[in-house]
């Protein structure tokens, strides 16, 4: 059983900078794919970025490349979304999510889910 709680959203006007972090209970965390996901009024929940266990692989949707970075602190059972250049359309809850050991974007993939932080950019 893995606990994860999403912190650090809020409201930032666009072009600007945000970093979510996610903790995550539990001595295995550093076994596990990390996942964002996020989720729009009125849209499914999409992708957003993953990163593997050891580190280093990251793979992101289309919309996040170049502005999003995954990283992950496995000492303090921690994983991180650093967003800039922040858009009006990055507007979403925002969800990290834990699951198997294999970059998948696919949201049923992961078994275990935060609360969700909301993300809001204004014009």
């Known amino acids: 059983q893995v606990q994860l709680v999403e912190s650090g959203g809020g409201l930032v006007q666009a072009g600007g900078s945000l970093i979510l972090s996610c903790a995550a209970s539990g001595r295995t965390f550093n076994m596990y794919v990390m996942g964002w996901f996020r989720q729009a009024p009125g849209m499914e929940r999409e992708f957003v970025a993953v990163?593997?266990?050891?580190?280093?692989?990251?793979y992101y949707a289309d919309s996040a490349k170049g502005r999003f970075t995954v990283s992950r602190d496995n000492a303090n059972n921690t994983v991180y979304l650093h967003m800039s250049s922040l858009k009006p359309e990055d507007t979403a809850i925002y969800y990290c999510a834990a699951g198997p050991l294999m970059l998948t974007t696919a949201p049923d993939a992961y078994n275990y889910w935060g609360q969700g932080t909301q993300v809001t950019v204004s014009s």
């Open positions: 990163t593997r266990g050891s580190g280093g692989t990251t």
